[in-house]
């Protein structure tokens, strides 16, 4: 329960420093946080929430019963703390800078980014695992596989959502990467596929951080005709399916199965163009 807290509160002070860096306008729906109770008083509030998370971290082993070194939570939470904010460096200086990663680069981002709280979460739970914990096929190598794939599917899913899934757009705003000019997994793909055949229209159009419908309609359709869409959806089918065999080599888990089908592309609504 202290680990689960702790994690909840790192994930919601992410978010509102996210909100405030991508200028976004919404949030599960509801206007971002800082358009209601401004920048100034939300990255305050983050900020503190983060050190609350640094005091858990070191107060973990005062909790349990178990002869843990006292150091090792909250160096694991420093490690990772430090990687979130690193791949979350490198999303800004791309996008200001507008520079194109490889696809190399963007999957060492997202592992330190969308990665960084599920690899604490495990880390922790698995220094404080405990005497009773007897599945010899579920280590720290499985683990650590197990969410590296995990977080490429979870934010190429989301990265694709958020120009092509209906009830996406209605919870944040449509096609809301192309306003911050983002370089998400589809854009990355998009760009560098036109820059082979010496075309450059996503990479002017992610420069002029567009708020147009038309523009943003007429960009996606560009990435379908270069194949990125379909070649995206099979890529998430096919990590799909590897958590899936991932969860049986390690002896199954339920939970896990239930949460990989949330994120199946069969729950996403296809917008149409």
């Not at 971002?32 to 998370?53: R, W």
């Not at 998400?184 to 708020?211: C, D, F, H």
């Not at 899936?244 to 199965?257: S, T």
Request: include cysteine; aromatic fraction near 10%; glycine fraction near 6%.
């Amino acid at each position: 329960d202290h680990i689960k807290k702790l994690i909840g509160i790192l994930h919601e002070a992410s978010l509102l420093i996210d909100d405030i860096q991508d200028d976004s306008t919404m949030r599960r729906g509801q206007p971002a946080a800082y358009l209601v109770y401004g920048k100034s008083e939300v990255i305050n509030i983050a900020n503190l929430k983060y050190f609350e998370a640094g005091k858990l971290a070191l107060s973990l082993t005062d909790l349990s019963s178990l002869n843990v070194d006292k150091a090792e939570p909250s160096r694991l939470f420093n490690d990772w703390v430090i990687k979130l904010h690193q791949g979350q460096g490198l999303d800004i200086y791309w996008r200001d800078h507008f520079i194109c990663p490889s696809i190399e680069q963007y999957t060492d981002m997202v592992l330190r980014k969308t990665g960084g709280l599920m690899m604490l979460a495990f880390d922790l739970m698995y220094l404080f695992r405990g005497q009773d914990f007897q599945n010899k096929r579920f280590d720290k190598t499985s683990g650590d596989d197990f969410l590296r794939t995990f977080s490429r599917m979870f934010q190429i899913r989301d990265d694709f959502c958020n120009l092509w899934d209906a009830k996406y757009a209605a919870k944040k705003s449509y096609c809301e990467d192309l306003t911050e000019g983002k370089f998400s997994y589809v854009i990355v793909q998009g760009v560098l596929k036109e820059r082979a055949v010496g075309r450059n229209q996503i990479m002017s159009i992610l420069k002029q951080r567009t708020s147009d419908d038309n523009v943003k309609r007429h960009c996606c359709r560009v990435l379908e005709s270069l194949g990125v869409k379909s070649e995206t959806q099979e890529l998430l089918r096919e990590l799909e399916k590897e958590l899936n065999l991932q969860i049986e080599a390690f002896g199954g888990n339920e939970i896990f199965k239930v949460i990989v089908d949330l994120l199946s592309m069969k729950r996403v609504e296809i917008l149409t163009l």
